[in-house]
């Protein structure tokens, strides 16, 4: 089983519209958005929902005001500053780390298992998908990140396809080191610019640390020529394969606008070609191919 | 003053829009990345950096002389980052919260606290903009506690612009929360009007009064102001695409320095905030 | 000599569960005897968090000197490691079949994790 995961360090560099974008030009794969904090990739994908189940996170601590005699332990004990003066549990702050759960002489906290998203498998036109939603200011999107991508191999092992389509989250934190262990190689989608160097630098850095072999595309190349000509050179020193670039084309959001992939929306568009090769070179690839 | 620069989505123009507004109001200002993970600001702002310290979580470490073993550490700790295997008490500093159960529920004493490093915080200067921002350890997973820091560095008696994150999970939170107004940056397409939904979901959580940025504001479609219309969210400013700003910005440059005609909508963009927040504190 | 070994099911028959933290059953088999202790899994097999961590500290309490599974992460191999049981990954078939290749000496140990961490 292969995965690709598709990342970019810093956002809006087009990720998501890519990973759209092969998947019109694919087959016999999963698709899966890891991205699950702000999910997008459905807004293309259009998605019939098959399947969907509660993602449980850690419990949160609640205080029952029958039993407490307000003698403050919990207030000290927390170091997340989550219990005010008034004995209530802000539930925002509150960490799940169950000190004061435990402590409490009075046994007057409570520690129910709060749900903190929702994760689906899907029909597409492109195919499965598997994605999910985390809920507003909750933490452990590693742990969903994990989940969505252990259940699109899962879901690719019942179906007889050879491949995932990871549509990762951008940084270089929890989520995306969820996203990238055991993978077979990464995509870097980067833009020519001084911040899309910087973070591309980053996950390029990431990507070592957790010896996953990472590939670099450019796009809205031509935003600056220069900036690129400099990628593509900075990218082979660092002995990483540069795949290409792609043109800054309004044509992806105005596709985007009806829900296609340009493949869909445009079929005269030039952009597609470059789009094409870049699949192509990522099929080809030894990172891709590696025993 | 603490304004917190958001999104949602990634790549709209949060660092865009907090360095101009800082660089426009000149001074008395203070700009804080809390983008931790990926830093940016710094590329546009090319602050002297003046002081650098390095940030440390803490983690337990285990006095094997006085433990006897007896699990109490392995069993209040909710993110199994302590485990007793026979007569070995082993710990992943890797998943540990820095709770600190363990050590208080130690009955020998014999768990203490040692460091783990998430990064570093750089403070300096760019001009007369104060500069300060957090760059978390490359393989490092928490960027909370590092955020945590950054803020720490909040100065009250003047004009703190925080550029945060993307996404609506915790490290956003960590930015967002305890600040006088959230300064939403979208772009009006369907992924930048989605991720903004999101993102104003959590400003409510927080219950902090927002409004919004419309960035390359003549692309994309109009539904982003059909929903500002909606959730009754101020539109405080629009950038439209222009060639020129992609360009600069490309080059690491500010769009003030650029076109200085921009500066004075910066300068009305902050003043515009400030009278929300006069009328909100009323 | 006992040896712990992942599984689907509770007897010998069973499928040799290749997860080891949410590994549904893990049974400690008696090499010679052939009998059989089940220890249920199913409290980490729902666990939020550090799955292997726990299954590790259990196979080490209920005295195994030997774990044949598929997949083992980093974490969990450090606290085998540190309870002195053995490793075995990439281990199929069932559960007679494996503890009949560990008799026959066709069982090679690892000093590594074969997989990443789950979080």
Same mark, same amino acid.
């Given at each position: 089983?292969?995965?690709?995961?598709?990342?970019?360090?810093?956002?809006?560099?087009?990720?998501?519209?890519?990973?759209?974008?092969?998947?019109?030009?694919?087959?016999?794969?999963?698709?899966?958005?890891?991205?699950?904090?702000?999910?997008? =990739?459905?807004?293309?994908? &259009?998605? $019939?929902?098959?399947?969907?189940?509660?993602?449980? !996170?850690? *419990?949160?601590? %609640? #205080?029952?005001?029958?039993?407490?005699?307000?003698?403050?332990?919990?207030?000290?004990?927390?170091?997340?500053?989550?219990?005010?003066?008034?004995?209530?549990?802000?539930?925002?702050?509150?960490?799940?780390?169950?000190?004061?759960?435990?402590?409490?002489?009075?046994?007057?906290?409570?520690?129910?298992?709060?749900?903190?998203?929702?994760?689906?498998?899907?029909?597409?036109?492109?195919?499965?998908?598997?994605?999910?939603?985390?809920?507003?200011?909750?933490?452990?999107?590693?742990?969903?990140?994990?989940?969505?991508?252990?259940?699109?191999?899962? =879901?690719?092992?019942?179906? &007889?396809? $050879?491949?995932?389509?990871?549509?990762?989250?951008? !940084?270089? *934190?929890?989520? %995306? #080191?969820?996203?990238?262990?055991?993978?077979?190689?990464?995509?870097?989608?980067?833009?020519?610019?001084?911040?899309?160097?910087?973070?591309?630098?980053?996950?390029?850095?990431?990507?070592?640390?957790?010896?996953?072999?990472?590939?670099?595309?450019?796009?809205?190349?031509?935003?600056?020529?220069?900036?690129?000509?400099?990628?593509?050179?900075?990218?082979?020193?660092?002995?990483?394969?540069?795949?290409?670039?792609?043109?800054?084309?309004?044509?992806?959001?105005?596709?985007?606008?009806?829900?296609?992939?340009?493949?869909?929306?445009?079929?005269?568009?030039?952009?597609?070609?470059?789009?094409?090769?870049?699949?192509?070179?990522?099929?080809?690839?030894?990172?891709?191919?590696?025993? | 003053?603490?304004?917190?620069?958001?999104?949602?989505?990634?790549?709209?123009?949060?660092?865009?829009?907090?360095?101009?507004?800082?660089?426009?109001?000149?001074?008395?200002?203070?700009?804080?990345?809390?983008?931790?993970?990926?830093?940016?600001?710094?590329?546009?702002?090319?602050?002297?950096?003046?002081?650098?310290?390095?940030?440390?979580?803490?983690?337990?470490?285990?006095?094997?002389?006085?433990?006897?073993?007896?699990?109490?550490?392995?069993?209040?700790?909710?993110?199994?980052?302590?485990?007793?295997?026979?007569?070995?008490?082993?710990?992943?500093?890797?998943?540990?919260?820095?709770?600190?159960?363990?050590?208080?529920?130690?009955?020998?004493?014999?768990?203490?606290?040692?460091?783990?490093?998430?990064?570093?915080?750089?403070?300096?200067?760019?001009?007369?903009?104060?500069?300060?921002?957090?760059?978390?350890?490359?393989?490092?997973?928490?960027?909370?506690?590092?955020?945590?820091?950054?803020?720490?560095?909040?100065?009250?008696?003047?004009?703190?612009?925080?550029?945060?994150?993307?996404?609506?999970?915790?490290?956003?939170?960590?930015?967002?929360?305890?600040?006088?107004?959230?300064?939403?940056?979208?772009?009006?397409?369907?992924?930048?009007?989605?991720?903004?939904?999101?993102?104003?979901?959590?400003?409510?959580?927080?219950?902090?009064?927002?409004?919004?940025?419309?960035?390359?504001?003549?692309?994309?479609?109009?539904?982003?102001?059909?929903?500002?219309?909606?959730?009754?969210?101020?539109?405080?400013?629009?950038?439209?695409?222009?060639?020129?700003?992609?360009?600069?910005?490309?080059?690491?440059?500010?769009?003030?320095?650029?076109?200085?005609?921009?500066?004075?909508?910066?300068?009305?963009?902050?003043?515009?905030?400030?009278?929300?927040?006069?009328?909100?504190?009323? | 000599?006992?040896?712990?070994?992942?599984?689907?099911?509770?007897?010998?028959?069973?499928?040799?569960?290749?997860?080891?933290?949410?590994?549904?059953?893990?049974?400690?088999?008696?090499?010679?005897?052939?009998?059989?202790?089940?220890?249920?899994?199913?409290?980490?097999?729902?666990?939020?968090?550090?799955?292997?961590?726990?299954?590790?500290?259990?196979?080490?309490?209920?005295?195994?000197?030997?774990?044949?599974?598929?997949?083992?992460?980093?974490?969990?191999?450090?606290?085998?490691?540190?309870?002195?049981?053995?490793?075995?990954?990439?281990?199929?078939?069932?559960?007679?079949?494996?503890?009949?290749?560990?008799?026959?000496?066709?069982?090679?140990?690892?000093?590594?994790?074969?997989?990443?961490?789950?979080?």
């Amino acid at each position: 089983m292969k995965e690709l995961v598709i990342l970019s360090g810093k956002g809006g560099t087009g990720k998501t519209s890519l990973t759209a974008e092969f998947a019109a030009i694919s087959d016999n794969r999963v698709l899966c958005d890891a991205d699950v904090d702000a999910a997008d =990739l459905h807004l293309l994908m &259009n998605p $019939d929902i098959k399947q969907r189940t509660d993602f449980k !996170g850690g *419990g949160l601590a %609640v #205080i029952n005001s029958d039993k407490c005699t307000e003698c403050g332990l919990c207030i000290d004990l927390c170091r997340f500053d989550a219990i005010k003066d008034d004995f209530e549990v802000n539930e925002v702050e509150c960490e799940g780390c169950g000190v004061c759960v435990d402590l409490c002489p009075e046994k007057a906290i409570d520690f129910p298992v709060k749900t903190c998203g929702e994760w689906y498998i899907s029909d597409t036109r492109f195919g499965p998908m598997v994605h999910a939603r985390l809920g507003i200011a909750e933490e452990n999107s590693g742990k969903l990140v994990a989940l969505v991508r252990q259940e699109s191999r899962k =879901l690719a092992e019942a179906k &007889n396809m $050879d491949m995932i389509i990871t549509d990762g989250p951008p !940084g270089v *934190g929890c989520p %995306v #080191i969820a996203s990238i262990g055991g993978s077979t190689s990464l995509l870097i989608v980067t833009e020519p610019t001084v911040s899309g160097i910087h973070d591309m630098k980053r996950v390029i850095e990431l990507a070592g640390h957790f010896k996953v072999p990472a590939m670099v595309c450019v796009n809205k190349y031509d935003l600056n020529p220069k900036q690129t000509q400099a990628i593509e050179q900075m990218v082979r020193n660092m002995d990483v394969t540069f795949l290409g670039k792609i043109p800054f084309d309004p044509v992806f959001t105005k596709s985007m606008v009806q829900g296609k992939t340009i493949f869909e929306y445009d079929k005269e568009s030039s952009t597609r070609q470059f789009v094409k090769n870049i699949w192509d070179g990522i099929m080809a690839s030894p990172e891709m191919n590696q025993l | 003053m603490i304004i917190s620069i958001a999104s949602g989505k990634g790549g709209t123009g949060k660092t865009t829009v907090a360095t101009n507004m800082a660089v426009s109001l000149g001074s008395d200002v203070q700009l804080l990345d809390c983008d931790v993970e990926e830093p940016n600001a710094h590329l546009f702002m090319n602050p002297e950096i003046d002081k650098m310290e390095t940030a440390y979580t803490l983690i337990p470490e285990i006095d094997e002389d006085k433990c006897t073993f007896c699990k109490k550490c392995a069993e209040i700790c909710r993110f199994k980052a302590i485990a007793v295997v026979s007569k070995t008490v082993l710990t992943f500093p890797e998943l540990c919260h820095s709770c600190g159960g363990c050590v208080v529920v130690c009955p020998e004493n014999a768990v203490t606290e040692a460091k783990r490093e998430l990064g570093v915080v750089e403070q300096g200067s760019s001009g007369k903009v104060k500069f300060v921002h957090g760059r978390l350890r490359v393989g490092e997973a928490m960027s909370p506690p590092l955020i945590k820091k950054v803020r720490s560095h909040i100065r009250p008696d003047i004009i703190n612009i925080i550029d945060a994150p993307p996404g609506t999970s915790c490290p956003v939170i960590a930015a967002m929360k305890d600040t006088d107004f959230v300064l939403m940056v979208t772009e009006p397409t369907p992924f930048g009007l989605h991720d903004l939904t999101l993102g104003v979901e959590a400003v409510k959580l927080l219950n902090i009064p927002c409004g919004l940025v419309i960035n390359r504001s003549d692309i994309g479609n109009k539904d982003v102001w059909d929903y500002a219309e909606k959730e009754n969210l101020p539109i405080l400013l629009e950038i439209p695409f222009d060639r020129r700003i992609a360009e600069a910005y490309s080059r690491g440059k500010m769009i003030v320095d650029e076109m200085p005609e921009w500066k004075d909508k910066f300068i009305e963009l902050y003043n515009h905030i400030k009278n929300l927040v006069k009328r909100e504190k009323n | 000599m006992k040896i712990a070994i992942t599984s689907k099911g509770t007897d010998l028959d069973s499928e040799v569960d290749p997860r080891f933290g949410r590994a549904a059953y893990i049974l400690i088999v008696d090499t010679f005897s052939l009998g059989i202790e089940v220890m249920d899994n199913s409290e980490n097999v729902n666990a939020f968090k550090g799955a292997g961590i726990q299954a590790a500290a259990m196979v080490g309490e209920n005295g195994a000197e030997v774990l044949l599974t598929g997949f083992c992460g980093p974490n969990a191999f450090k606290t085998l490691n540190a309870a002195g049981v053995k490793v075995a990954n990439d281990v199929t078939g069932t559960v007679r079949e494996a503890v009949n290749a560990f008799n026959e000496g066709k069982i090679s140990f690892t000093d590594t994790a074969n997989v990443e961490g789950h979080w």
